[in-house]
């Protein structure tokens, strides 16, 4: 196999701005289709043997993740709240930065979104002081690459578990991981109150599949990559094979500061500085932005220009606003005998019982449920504080219970709020001189609604399934998000969206993105599974239009 | 609102930080106490506490996780990981760190003058005062500079001989098999619900 690479000057078919969960997916679409491509990094390509079981490292010190010595934030809860500066630790907009983008790191939770979550602008009404609206795209659209998602990137689940899923065209590759004690309590309580628990759909091989291993049960998913290689990261499925067509180049350690527009509003090409801080510049014909709802955004603000005054694409205003974090909630049960949670994959049991809204709770929101371990051992004994004693022997005495400990998780909706958005700071820079992102987000009341409705229902489920001991983790508004969605929505009206239904933006015929940003409305968590969908779906659209000559 | 100064500015960094929102209090607490610190943490190195800092920090943090029947943050030794994560991985904490500690030694000095510093307190005096701090933000960061000191990997130099992970019951093996506990042993198999949906 001959690795592709090309020059600066060689004007390549497209530049993809971004190797996570969309970029490895439209990297290898495209270079399997002919075209020549480079797969553009800001992070470092790293291999198993870097991948390290060390929680200081990954949750406090940002070892694989965009890390605010580098990379600042500022975030504000609100236009005209104080803003917090983020230069040590973690950011509040949290994503791994490494080939492989946050698919490396991620939990592996794969449900697919259902029929509601694309049209339920019609069916719930109008909600004020939001841009809740309905997707361009309906479910069925979406469905064939939903399963292509199962059958090329790698998911572990069981078809038909639930009565109520959404039609699939296939059954998945592969069944689903063996279950977990916590898995087997959330069935017995859930069965208990009448409701239908089933197995999760997982990206994370349960048995060998497509040249990688099963599963080795080591409890390391969520915020860790995969020494194993189990973990479906596009690090390990997409990437690889958009090599192996001998066009795609993947550039690592390769941050793109600007995307290069002409005197007739098209797309050259990109700046970016390489790894030894040269700043260069690749001619493309075309320029995809898979950055994450996150950086998405901040490259279009950062590549504004004479035409482009307010950020490329933005004649709609909305690039950066509407973002969305999902809310998560926690019931933390123990029982009486032990669970060992921290071993294997986060997930085994979820629920979807509670999926959509009713308006009979009195606020707009769904969610799904879950049995896990929680996080491992450092951060577990974190949360143990806030929800009980906090410190002295009655916190000993909760630290032992470890191994007798499980976390129902209850994965809400977020409402689209225009002020809740990615900015560029005035004045603080990234280590390159970049604007860095302002962060500005405060949940809406639903929001935080429907997190305690969810976490209520962990509590019945947890007493229903024997627990000794329920506590509830704290609902507050966030301040930290590693779902980054909806940044620059799709829709059909240039007016109030950034990109079409084909992922092209509205204003520059030859710039796409694909990535959280392109959501409408948040689902109920769980967002990567729907990412490359739409990325392998937008990859389609974008091909046909390439090979018509109509970029 | 009024533009934060350089001290209510790093005191909502380090909030930001640990995750805690603080209360007006609470930074006033520790701003008299970082007014009076000149910055002379800067070097980089394996240690940066005085002897008798570093005696009332291993204290403390044997207040947060207690030594009983089994060992507690003492036996693991998180008075020395804290004082090495200061000096070189955690530097950037170092001055807000120890400005907060210093500031709790004056404290300590003023209200119990006979035993002059934490460590000489009786237990149950060091658990009055800690009360009497626990919602401050020095307290917060205490307490998650505990907690990672007793179970981050022990390469950072806590977590002496595992001891905190022996004490959750996490093994700490590379890989593991099913079954993982008591409940997945005798799992008969999943079978769909009955019943309508909502």
């Known amino acids: ?551 | 609102m009024d533009k934060p100064t350089a001290t209510r500015r790093s005191l909502l960094q380090l909030a930001g930080w640990l995750g805690v929102s603080l209360a007006v209090s609470d930074w006033e607490v520790l701003a008299a106490a970082l007014q009076h610190e000149s910055g002379s943490t800067s070097e980089v190195g394996l240690s940066l506490l005085e002897s008798g800092e570093l005696a009332d920090l291993e204290a403390l943090t044997a207040q947060i996780i207690p030594t009983d029947a089994t060992p507690g943050a003492r036996e693991a030794g998180v008075a020395h990981f804290i004082d090495r994560a200061l000096a070189s991985f955690m530097a950037p904490l170092a001055t807000q760190f120890v400005a907060g500690l210093r500031g709790l030694r004056s404290e300590v000095r003023g209200r119990y003058p006979e035993a002059g510093s934490f460590i000489n307190l009786s237990s149950s005096q060091q658990i009055e005062y800690l009360a009497s701090i626990e919602h401050s933000a020095f307290f917060a960061s205490l307490r998650l500079l505990t907690v990672l000191g007793m179970f981050s990997n022990p390469s950072y130099g806590g977590n002496h001989d595992e001891v905190g992970w022996r004490l959750l019951g996490f093994q700490n093996d590379h890989a593991y098999s099913p079954p993982f506990g008591h409940y997945d042993r005798e799992y008969p198999g999943f079978h769909v619900s009955d019943g309508a949906v909502p």
């Open chain 1, 1 to 551: 196999m001959t690795l592709a690479r090309y020059r600066d000057s060689h004007k390549v078919d497209f530049a993809i701005v971004g190797s996570g969960a969309a970029g490895g997916v439209m990297a290898r679409e495209l270079a399997r289709n002919g075209f020549q491509v480079v797969l553009f990094e800001q992070g470092p390509r790293l291999g198993p043997a870097q991948f390290q079981h060390d929680e200081l490292s990954n949750w406090f010190l940002s070892g694989i993740t965009n890390d605010p010595r580098v990379s600042p934030q500022s975030f504000r809860a609100g236009v005209s709240e104080p803003t917090v500066v983020s230069r040590f630790g973690r950011n509040p907009l949290f994503y791994a930065r490494m080939v492989g983008g946050s698919s490396a790191h991620y939990t592996g939770n794969y449900w697919r979104f259902r029929e509601i979550d694309f049209d339920e602008r019609s069916r719930v009404g109008e909600i004020s002081g939001t841009g809740f609206a309905d997707w361009p795209i309906r479910y069925a659209e979406l469905e064939p690459y939903y399963t292509k998602v199962d059958w090329e990137i790698g998911v572990s689940g069981l078809a038909g578990a639930h009565p109520g899923e959404p039609p699939r065209s296939k059954p998945y590759p592969m069944p689903p991981l063996p279950v977990k004690s916590s898995g087997v309590l959330l069935e017995r309580g859930a069965r208990k109150l009448g409701l239908h628990p089933f197995p999760a759909p997982m990206a994370i091989n349960s048995v060998p599949y497509r040249g990688r291993p099963g599963c080795g049960h080591c409890g390391f998913c969520h915020g860790f990559a995969c020494e194993f290689t189990a973990k479906s990261s596009t690090l390990f499925t997409m990437i690889p094979e958009a090599e192996a067509t001998g066009r795609c180049e993947v550039r690592p350690d390769s941050y793109v500061s600007r995307i290069e527009t002409n005197a007739s509003g098209r797309a050259t090409g990109v700046i970016f500085v390489d790894g030894h801080k040269r700043t260069r510049f690749q001619h493309a014909s075309a320029v995809v932005v898979c950055a994450n709802g996150a950086e998405t955004p901040r490259l279009l603000l950062m590549s504004q220009s004479v035409r482009f005054p307010e950020g490329l694409a933005n004649s709609s205003g909305v690039v950066g606003k509407y973002l969305m974090f999902n809310y998560s909630t926690r019931t933390s049960a123990v029982f009486e005998h032990e669970l060992n949670e921290y071993k294997s994959v986060q997930v085994t049991r979820i629920l979807h019982d509670f999926y959509d809204s009713d308006p009979k709770r009195g606020f707009y929101g769904g969610g799904g449920i879950d049995a896990r371990i929680g996080p491992q051992p450092a951060v577990w004994a974190l949360r143990a504080a806030e929800e009980g004693p906090s410190w002295g022997s009655a916190y000993k005495a909760r630290l032992m219970e470890f191994s007798r400990s499980m976390v129902i998780a209850g994965h809400g909706t977020s409402l689209p709020v225009a002020t809740n958005s990615v900015s560029l700071d005035s004045e603080l820079k990234d280590a390159w001189g970049m604007p860095a992102i302002r962060a500005t987000y405060r949940d809406h009341p639903d929001d935080l609604a429907n997190a305690r409705f969810l976490q209520e229902r962990g509590v019945e489920i947890a007493e229903a399934a024997g627990a000794i001991k329920v506590m509830r983790g704290p609902i507050a508004e966030q301040s930290f998000g590693l779902h980054l969605l909806g940044t620059c929505r799709m829709g059909d009206d240039p007016g109030n969206s950034v990109i079409d239904r084909y992922h092209r933006t509205h204003d520059v015929k030859n710039l796409f993105l694909c990535d959280g940003s392109s959501f409408v409305t948040s689902g109920r968590g769980q967002p990567t599974m729907t990412i490359q969908a739409l990325a392998f779906r937008a990859a389609d659209h974008i091909g046909r239009f390439a090979r018509r000559g109509e970029i």
